[in-house]
């Protein structure tokens, strides 16, 4: 694994953007795997402004979204598919059509999740995935459990992730408690990863997800068997690596 140490959140999207835009520049036609959530919103502005300067093209590239909740409609406000139109696609060049993210209204969920299998394995599946990480450890919605998910499957929503997301809703009661996330066993097919973290709250799943042992519980865990995963993560994610392993990891 690669470790980027940024100073802040700032520091930390400009990296993570430099990153997505190598493999945009050296693949135009590039299946990208592209996260929700707070953290990689300054990495999509970077990625936004590099495209209107002209240094990107997004005309050829595909992308695939990790997770979706269910229940909420495509242009509902805290859906997925409204947040990735809303921070990147509708600014750049991307083609919707090559757009995808689950369907969490489907009437069928379980073939939704088979249909989206189906498109993760097409073109040659993700050639980089850009992952956040739950304060729980999960990747997508890969909760912490007993044993890992493997491809794309309805999970209920742990306490730690229904809190975690409730502000972005008028109250707990108004958040689905269920979502459809990629499996690991996609996650870990991705050619490449780039996994961003920011913020105290994150240094505890940071250190036991690259610091601790492999397990189901800290989902993130699983990305120590991945052989090209590279962490962006800022100063106060890595507090806790910093203090246990008593010098300033780099
Ligand atoms: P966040 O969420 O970026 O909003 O902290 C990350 C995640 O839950 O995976």
Known sequence: MKLYRAENYEHMSRK???????QV?????????????????GMYRQLISWYEKGDLDFSEVRSINLDEYVGLKPDDKNSYRYFMNDNLFDHVNIDKANTHVPNGMAGDIQAECDRYNGLLRQNGGIDMQVLGIGRNGHIGFNEPGDAFEKETCCIALTQSTLDANARYFDSVDAMPHKAITMGIKSIMQSKSILLLVSGENKAEALYNSFWGPVTPKVPASILQLHNNVTIVADDAAMALVDKKTGQPVR
């Not at 050296?26 to 592209?34: A, S």
């Open 16 to 22: 993570g953007a430099n990153i997505v835009s190598a």
């Open 25 to 41: 520049i050296m693949k135009p036609d590039c299946t990208l795997g592209l996260a929700t959530g707070s953290t990689p919103v």
